[in-house]
Every structure is written in C-alpha cells, then in structure tokens.
C-alpha cells in the first residue's frame, strides 16, 4: 500500500479522502520526466445514471506523444521539485535511487530556483 497506493480525492481533487490499489497501475514505472499522469475522473453528472457509465474511475492519460514500444511512466513524485528533493522523496518513499539523467544532471533545476527567495529577495 505504502508504495503502489495512489491518492484518492474527493470530487474537487482538493483533499485526499483514501488510498487505492490498482494493480495495472502498479505496473508502471517512475520516471523524472514522465509521458503519462495519472488522475482520478469523477465522471459525468449526466452520464452517473447510465449503465455503462462509472461515477468515478482512475485513469492513465499520456501528456505527450508516445512513440510505439515505448515504456509508459509517471512520476511517483512532484516533477516540478528539485533533483535533491525528488532522489531524497524516491529514497524515502519507494525505496530507491533516481540515476535519471533529470536527477544525476541537475536538469531543470535552474528553473525552479530562478525566483528563489533568499533573504525576502526574489
């Protein structure tokens, strides 16, 4: 659970209310700069009714083109955070070590500390 559980929200995505397996998704690996996310649907307030319509259902949506053959990812951790951050989180939590090129070098990382604040300065 503690590694292969993903965060369920309630109908806004603003609290987190429990925690699911879903063991496709368990299949699929991390990676820094993933192709795929994966977000939980609420489904349609017309369509609830349906029969063959789910309230709510856990999706994988690539976030760009995906070559043929090529591995499906996600990241198990915020993307956007820091190389340190993210190799210290995937340490910590899924009990591995990040020797992506994103992590080894740095990439990005500028960009998240352009507007670091350091001493009430910008």
């Not at 951790?77 to 591995?96: E, I």
Request: net charge neutral; hydrophobic share 35%; aromatic share 8%.
């Amino acid at each position: 659970i503690n590694c292969n559980g993903f965060t369920i929200s309630d109908q806004r995505g603003l609290q987190a209310v429990g925690v699911g397996l879903f063991p496709n998704l368990c299949l699929v690996n991390h990676d820094c700069w993933p192709n795929c996310t994966v977000i939980l649907n609420n489904g349609n307030r017309s369509a609830v009714n349906s029969m063959f319509h789910t309230q709510m259902r856990i999706e994988l949506r690539a976030i760009h083109q995906i070559k043929a053959g090529e591995e499906l990812t996600v990241s198990y951790v915020d993307f956007l955070s820091l190389s340190a951050d993210r190799r210290n989180q995937l340490k910590k939590h899924y009990y591995f070590d990040c020797t992506c090129e994103h992590c080894t070098k740095g990439i990005k990382d500028d960009l998240m500390q352009a507007v670091k604040e350091e001493d009430g300065k910008k």
